[in-house]
Structures are given as C-alpha cells and as structure tokens.
C-alpha cells in the first residue's frame, strides 16, 4: 500500500512541475530519474533544486511558453519571484505527499477488504463443517429421545395389560 502511495506521489509531483512549471529536468537528469520514493515528500531539496533551475534561466528561455508561470514570477522581481518559486515548489511538494497519503490510504483499504473477504470465505467455510456437526449432534439426540418415549409407551402399555388382567383375575376370585 506504501509502494502504491508513494508512486502515486511520485507522479503527481512530476505532473505538477512538468504542467504547471514547465521542468522537464533538474541539473539535465529527467524528473522521473531525479525524483525518487525517497525524496518526493522532501519539500526543502526540491524547491531549491528548482529555485537554482530558476535563477539559471534567461529572459529568453523563460519567454517560452512552458515556463510561461516562471516568467510571471520573474516579473516580480529576483527575490520576489525566487520566494515565490520556492512557496509553488513547496506547495506541488505538499500536495504530492497529500496524493500519496491518499492513494496509501485507498490502496490499504482495498487490501482490506480483499484479506476480509477472503478470511470471511474461510470462516464461512470452517463454520458449515461445524454448524454441520451441532445439526448431527442434535438429530441425535432427537432419535434418541423418541425411541425412550416410544420404549415408555411399550412399557406403560404392557404394564396397563397386564393390570387389567389381575383386575379381572382379582373380580374372578372375589365372586
């Protein structure tokens, strides 16, 4: 989920200073090279590596259109536009590390609930063979509860006959 979070960051920021800022390379080594997993989240090298970038560019390079919000800064003076280079830098840093927060955040969740969905399929499983073995348990025990009932009534019966028949042998002697 990290991994994940981290790439997504990872790109955001690229995308970010590619569209917005118009960097393709830092110190002629592309983005994709220069910005790592380990240093994305690192707001203070990124924003002076492009602070310097900025300040190495002409009047000429910067009338480009790619660097067109460069050149805005730039327009507001050396120290003014350096500042303000460094504050977007900081700010495309700041939301790089917010995307990846959140796609460490949905990816985690998706594990979630695939590890839950599974473990559920497991204890759905393991609980047939038990709920299984408790319904054998109580069919058991239902049988054996009618065959007494039945061997009661044989008993009471046959003891009901064999009542009568002293009954009626007792009523013969007594006349």
Do not use: W
């Not at 805005?72 to 536009?81: M, P, Q, T, V």
């Not at 840093?93 to 473990?119: F, H, I, P, R, Y």
């Not at 759905?124 to 009661?152: D, N, Q």
């Amino acid at each position: 989920a990290k991994a994940a979070g981290d790439a997504a960051g990872v790109q955001a920021l690229i995308n970010k200073l590619k569209v917005d800022l118009g960097i393709y390379n830092l110190y002629k080594t592309p983005l994709a090279n220069f910005i790592t997993k380990d240093n994305y989240c690192n707001a203070t090298v990124i924003s002076e590596r492009v602070k310097v970038f900025y300040k190495s560019l002409s009047k000429t390079q910067l009338e480009q259109q790619k660097y067109i919000l460069l050149l805005s800064h730039r327009n507001k003076g050396d120290a003014e536009g350096a500042r303000a280079v460094v504050e977007g830098a900081k700010t495309f840093v700041e939301e790089a590390v917010k995307k990846a927060n959140d796609m460490t955040v949905q990816v985690a969740e998706s594990q979630m609930t695939t590890l839950k969905t599974g473990e559920l399929a497991q204890i759905t499983e393991t609980s047939t063979y038990a709920y299984s073995a408790i319904g054998y348990s109580v069919l058991a025990i239902l049988i054996i509860v009618l065959v007494m009932i039945i061997i009661y009534l044989i008993l009471r019966y046959r003891r009901k006959k064999k009542m009568n028949k002293k009954d009626q042998y007792t009523k013969l002697l007594n006349q």
